[in-house]
């Protein structure tokens, strides 16, 4: 009897764990200063409790970093560990460098990096910055309105609870689109429920950041981000605002914000 492909592996894991949805398209940024500081400071960071918070303070307090290049010139001027208050000099490194290259590349706005990570050339600029990886790269283009598959620690160890057996990041990436292929789910909601079933969170709710607006079916429907109680995860008593969510479900490629 032949075996079922890792896509099917995967599709009837979902089912069996996550059900049958339907999955919502998760959150991303308007403003380029949080894009740059999401990809760089994500990796093994508690995203929640820890990340989000100060990209929304980023936001909120460097609002002229909302391109590229207002964001150069505040980290002209400030210190960007101070600013996030976060002590990693690698990921501060890896955020100046991300920078310093969108600018060389011409990259200021949130659709001029939705346009240029599209391109096989951007993605290897892209993978040429220290601690950039394929993850990276995937995971800031779902930040700009991409919708691709970002496999994590938590997607691998979901693959690993399915059965699939130890694949390379392209062909697991590719198993987990063939199986929402399958399924009848948009790419990146997959990823992101069974992230949030990794992470400990409620799989069917998503995480839209800051007070953007979200976009659907390539912006032809506006669509106001609301802020709603996230049961699953407790508010801090510093006073930190709860997740926002989109209220629309997910719908084929769209031009969405994700949390990643």
């Known amino acids: 009897m032949t075996s079922p492909s890792p896509a099917r592996q995967l599709a009837g894991h979902v089912r069996r764990v996550l059900g049958d949805g339907p999955f919502h398209l998760p ?8 894009v740059i500081c999401d990809a760089s400071f994500q990796a093994r960071t508690r995203y929640v409790s820890t990340l989000r918070p100060r990209l929304l303070r980023l936001q909120e307090e460097w609002p002229d970093a909302v391109t590229v290049r207002g964001f150069r010139d505040r980290l002209a001027t400030h210190d960007l560990a101070v600013a996030m208050d976060f002590r990693s000099p690698g990921k501060v490194a890896k955020a100046h460098d991300i920078t310093d290259l969108l600018v060389a590349e011409g990259v200021d706005t949130r659709e001029d990096l939705h ?4 391109r096989p050339a951007g993605r290897a600029a892209l993978r040429a910055v220290k601690g950039v990886g394929p993850k990276s790269v995937d995971y800031m283009g779902n930040l700009v309105g991409h919708s691709q598959v970002a496999v994590d620690v938590h997607l691998r160890a979901f693959a690993v609870d399915a059965g699939v057996p130890q694949l ?7 198993a987990y689109e063939e199986a929402a292929a399958l399924l009848g789910h948009d790419p990146a909601a997959l990823e992101h429920a069974v992230w949030r079933t990794g992470a400990g969170l409620d799989a069917a709710q998503a995480i839209s950041l800051g007070s953007c607006r979200a976009s659907n079916a390539y912006g032809r429907r506006q669509v106001m981000v609301k802020p709603v109680p996230e049961h699953s995860v407790r508010v801090p008593s510093n006073g930190t605002p709860p997740m926002a969510a989109l209220s629309t479900k997910a719908v084929p490629r769209p031009d969405r914000f994700r949390r990643p």
């Open 27 to 34: 959150g991303g940024w308007f403003h380029m200063g949080a």
């Open 115 to 118: 346009a240029w990570i599209a």
């Open 168 to 174: 390379g990041y392209g062909q697991l990436r590719a």
